[in-house]
Every structure is written in C-alpha cells, then in structure tokens.
C-alpha cells in the first residue's frame, strides 16, 4: 500500500472515529468535565479536610451561595460556613437540607447548567431561600384546598423593560456545530414562546442604524464580557437582564435541534436565556424552562405555569 493511500485511510479512520463520538456523553462520572472535581467530594460533610473542597466552594461562590468576603474559599476544610451555603443549595434544589455533599446534591451541581448565579452577591435575589412565595388558594367541591407555591425569581433590583416591541440581532465570536440559521430558527421560535404567553413583541431591525435591544450569539471560552465559558458541559450559556440584553451561548457544547442523551437542546437554552432577558432568575421548579440545569437530550421548549407566572409577575 503507498504512503498516500495509508495517510488517507487513517485519515478516513480519524473522521469515522469523530463522526460516532463527536463529544463526551453527559455522564455525571466523568472527571474530564468542567464539574468533574466534585464527584471526588461526594459523602464529605462537615469537619473533613479533602483536597479540591476548595473547588466547591469556588462552585458555590459562583452561584451566589459562598459569601465572598468568607476568606476561606481557598482552604480544604469543610467547616460551618461551608455546611450553611450547601443547605442554601439543598433548599432551593429541593433537595434533603443535610448539608452534606451526598449523592442527590453532588449529582445536581453537576448537571450542565446556566452560569447566571441563582443568588445575587447582595443576597437580595435568589429562588427558594430569598424570594417572596406566591401562594393561590382554590376551594374545591368537597370543602378541600389546593394550594399552590411559585418558585420563579426575578433578576437583582428587578430590572424590567420599560417598552414592549423589542429588536432582536444575531451576532456571534466563534463558530459551533449548528450552522447560524440553526441558531437564528430556534431563537425565534423561542422569542415566539415568550410571545405566546407575555404582551412582549419582537421584530428585527428596519435598518442597519436602527439599534438592537436583544443580541444572540455563540461564544467560546473568553469573549469579552468578564464571563468566560468552559469548554464542553459545565456551563452552556448566560445572559444579562432588561440593562444587557445580551444572551450567550457556548460554542463548544454538542449543540442540537433533536438531541439525544449526547446533545444540548439549542432551542430549550435559547428560551432559558431569553428568560433572563426579560428579567427572570431562576427557578426551583425543575420543570420550569427558567430552572437553571438541563440534561443531555432533554427539551424545555415551552414556558411553564411557573415561568408564565413569573413573567406576568414581574410585568403585572
């Protein structure tokens, strides 16, 4: 066989190969994923001393649950300070308050998610622990009650919108396996599901001078807004609110329009961040589009009655 037609079957070999694992599965396992480091950390509870705890609470300081001025963010030692912020996590996760970094908590935090913290650095904003319940009381035929809570949350200060028609444009810095059509159809079919259940419209530009409130794009690593994404799973995209309208996804996740376990839903993302374009936080409902994780195949395509009431909510 020549040289040629050796380099071009081991060429051939490499594509195959690509073409049946493009990117690592969504495994809660695997320790090569930005949130890799805290299947190590899983049964750890107070008074231990573990090396990379102190990745955790880097994780936990991100989210809004480690206060920034602890100091100790940077130590291995699992102490009270530490205990407090998990049990924060646990209650708005729905999870049992241990404050243990057990099985249900350690597979949560490492469920791909939105780099919006749930909490905001004031501790003004988050989704169960510091917001304000909604709670509806229905009398049924036989003198019962069903009653519900809402788990929405709004962006910190409750920045809003102060016009209804907004102009949307797609701009992007780097390039992801969906082509920019892809992108730009599952965007408005997002903006079309935010339509749906607000008094919002959204149209493009009449003309190139016209300027833009909301912006849509892919990104990779560093791009310039102070926020860098991570690679492959971890956090898959953010936005800022009403101020911003700014909406960021990451170019190196799997990205799909019919994923399976392997692949992020692009339009389910696209209508999580548009969310926080409009000025919702993120939710406890784990059904709800604005809950801040996704798992590999999962579609949110439509807004919740927790996320419809949080928009009528804040726009009341």
């Not at 100790?72 to 205990?83: A, G, H, K, R, V």
């Not at 909490?119 to 009650?145: F, L």
């Not at 920045?159 to 082509?179: C, G, H, I, Q």
């Not at 911003?244 to 961040?273: K, R, Y």
Request: proline share 4%; glycine share 10%.
């Amino acid at each position: 066989m020549s040289n040629i037609m050796l380099v071009r079957n081991m060429i051939l070999l490499v594509l195959f190969v690509l073409a049946i694992y493009p990117y690592p599965a969504l495994s809660h396992t695997d320790s090569t994923q930005p949130f890799g480091f805290l299947k190590k950390l899983e049964g750890c509870q107070k008074g231990d001393t573990v090396k990379g705890l102190h990745e955790a609470k880097q994780y936990l300081k991100n989210y809004g649950y480690l206060n920034v001025e602890s100091g100790n963010e940077n130590q291995d030692e699992f102490d009270y300070i530490l205990e407090s912020s998990i049990k924060t996590y646990q209650l708005n996760y729905n999870l049992e308050t241990s404050g243990i970094l057990d099985t249900a908590t350690v597979k949560q935090m490492m469920m791909p998610r939105c780099s919006v913290p749930d909490i905001a650095k004031d501790g003004a904003t988050s989704m169960k622990s510091g917001m304000k319940h909604h709670h509806h009381h229905e009398h049924g035929k036989h003198n019962g009650s069903l009653h519900t809570v809402s788990h929405y949350s709004f962006l910190p200060g409750n920045p809003k919108w102060t016009k209804m028609e907004l102009v949307y444009r797609f701009r992007s810095s780097a390039a992801a396996n969906v082509d920019s059509a892809t992108l730009q159809s599952a965007c408005i079919r997002a903006l079309s599901s935010w339509e749906a259940v607000s008094n919002f419209r959204f149209r493009v530009p009449t003309s190139f001078r016209e300027i833009n409130d909301i912006m849509m794009g892919f990104h990779r690593l560093s791009h310039g807004d102070g926020n860098p994404f991570d690679g492959p799973l971890g956090v898959l995209g953010h936005a800022s609110g009403p101020d911003g309208g700014e909406a960021h996804l990451d170019a190196d996740e799997n990205w799909s329009t019919n994923p399976d376990q392997s692949m992020i839903d692009l339009e389910s993302l696209c209508l999580h961040e548009l969310g926080h374009v409009l000025g919702l936080g993120h939710s406890s409902d784990t059904n709800a589009v604005m809950f801040s994780g996704i798992g590999g195949g999962q579609q949110k395509r439509t807004p919740t009655a927790d996320d419809i009431n949080g928009i009528s909510a804040l726009y009341s």
